[in-house]
């Protein structure tokens, strides 16, 4: 697996290549959300980690919210977290948060105290609906 600050660069990197493209811009963000945080739980319980097409739409209905880098940069920032349930709840979570509480994702906000991430698990199905 590529190491998560390298894998960030080159997505943004992809990202920027197919800027007037939103559907590869999705399809490059579910597959690399899908590795570095999971998409959901299988009927066992597990995770799930390659797309299905209902994966494209939630993402999809999620960067059309935000924008395509915004999405990614919160889901390498979400990685690594102890996330119990589905990830892409949590990511939502996450980007409902950061709207929220004002913070634009840029370095300067940190200064200011923002968190980009939401205060509890409980608020993994506050998003919006996707």
Same mark, same amino acid.
């Given at each position: ?17 197919f800027?007037?493209?939103? +559907?590869?811009?999705?399809?490059? &963000? ?6 570095? %945080?999971?998409?959901? @739980?299988d ?5 799930r ?6 994966d494209?739409?939630r ?17 390498? +920032?979400a990685?690594?977290?102890? &996330?119990?349930?589905d990830?892409?709840?949590? %990511?939502?979570?996450c @980007? ?31 998003g919006?609906?996707?």
């Amino acid at each position: 697996m590529e190491p998560l600050p390298q894998r960030r660069r080159r997505v943004l990197d992809d990202l920027r290549h197919f800027h007037d493209d939103r +559907r590869t811009q999705i399809s490059i &963000i579910t597959q690399n959300v899908g590795e570095i %945080l999971g998409l959901g @739980l299988d009927g066992s319980g597990g995770l799930r980690t390659e797309p299905e097409k209902e994966d494209y739409a939630r993402v999809g209905a999620l960067v059309k919210r935000c924008s395509p880098q915004v999405v990614w940069k919160t889901a390498c +920032r979400a990685a690594g977290q102890a &996330i119990d349930g589905d990830p892409l709840d949590y %990511l939502q979570a996450c @980007l409902r948060h950061r709207r929220e509480d004002g913070s634009s994702g840029r370095r300067d906000d940190k200064a200011g105290g923002r968190n980009d991430y939401p205060g509890t698990p409980d608020e993994y199905g506050d998003g919006w609906e996707v």
